[in-house]
């Protein structure tokens, strides 16, 4: 198996995580974001989230360049 198939293995591996985690935190700022008992945890479970789906973003790229690659 080459190196670069290896990698996009590894990458697809990391986002079908990162996707299961996004989920899971979506899931949980609907459920019991509006019991928080201050908008300043809401506000950074929505920080995270974003950080996260901004990190997706960075590994669908980098898949696409190295499938691009091959």
Do not use: C, H, W
């Amino acid at each position: 198996m080459t190196s670069k198939r290896k990698v996009l293995q590894q990458l697809s591996k990391e986002r079908k995580d990162l996707l299961g985690k996004i989920d899971q935190l979506a899931q949980f700022i609907v459920k019991e974001g509006p019991k928080l008992s201050s908008p300043l945890e809401l506000a950074l479970l929505n920080a995270q989230l974003r950080s996260m789906q901004a990190y997706l973003e960075s590994l669908d790229a980098r898949i696409i360049y190295l499938r691009d690659e091959q």
